[in-house]
T-cell receptor, first 112, second 117 residues
Framework: GNSVTQMEGPVTLSEEAFLTINCTYT??????LFWYVQYPGEGLQLLLK?????DKGSNKGFEATYRKETTSFHLEKGSVQVSDSAVYFC???????????FGRGTSLIVHP | ETGVTQTPRHLVMGMTNKKSLKCEQH?????MYWYKQSAKKPLELMFV???????ENNSVPSRFSPECPNSSHLFLHLHTLQPEDSALYLC????????????????FGPGTRLTVL
């Protein structure tokens, strides 16, 4: 079956630091990959996605590249802000299915 | 209103009460979902409806009863809950099976924070 593994949190950084949140997956075929973000008191919202190998998704300064050879989709941002403090979820959907598999989420705390 | 709305935002109920959670989507989507989000646990998919038909029930106890009267509305009826059912209940929608599937983005509501006393 499908699975998504994310690094344990919380990740604690100072403002303007570089961010990496690791995500690896197990799936059959060629899934689509997603990062969702959940700000305090809100539901999840799509941050970025990639639908085929070597695609790079990007949004709000965040990037992730679909690496089929390493089955990874790591999230990166060059300079985090306090407002980026949230929980980040990696997810995948297999072809032929509209129901995603989510990782456990990684909490990010950014200090001024 | 736009997006996915959920009411109420907060609910406190006793173990013998009956209550319902409501979700409404204004996105023209065909699939709707209920998730349970508990502290320190993974996001838990409960039910999925596609074109008003239930397609997933992930071994959810019968004290949770979903209802999908049309593709825009989703309810979760609650009765005789347990304290361990206290959690954030999230509703989501997506295009569903007609879209080709795997590139679907899920759109979430803000959730209902449920406390069972």
């Amino acid at each position: 079956g499908n699975s998504v593994t994310q690094m344990e949190g919380p990740v604690t950084l100072s403002e303007e630091a570089f961010l990496t949140i690791n995500c690896t997956y197990t799936a059959t075929g060629y899934p689509s990959l997603f990062w969702y973000v959940q700000y305090p008191g809100e539901g999840l919202q799509l941050l970025l996605k990639a639908t085929k190998a070597d695609d790079k998704g990007s949004n709000k300064g965040f990037e992730a590249t679909y690496r089929k050879e390493t089955t990874s989709f790591h999230l990166e941002k060059g300079s985090v802000q306090v407002s980026d403090s949230a929980v980040y979820f990696c997810a995948l959907s297999n072809r032929g299915s509209y129901i995603p598999t989510f990782g456990r989420g990684t909490s990010l705390i950014v200090h001024p | 209103e736009t997006g996915v709305t959920q009411t109420p935002r907060h609910l406190v109920m006793g173990m013998t009460n009956k209550k319902s959670l409501k979700c409404e989507q204004h996105l023209g989507h065909n699939a709707m979902y209920w998730y349970k989000q508990s502290a320190k646990k993974p996001l838990e998919l409960m039910f999925v409806y596609n074109f008003k038909e239930q397609t997933e029930n992930n071994s959810v106890p019968s004290r949770f009863s979903p209802e999908c009267p049309n593709s825009s509305h989703l309810f979760l009826h609650l009765h005789t809950l347990q304290p361990e059912d206290s959690a954030l209940y999230l509703c989501a929608s997506s295009q569903g099976s007609t879209s080709g599937g795997s590139t679907d983005t899920q759109y979430f509501g803000p959730g209902t924070r449920l406390t069972v006393l």
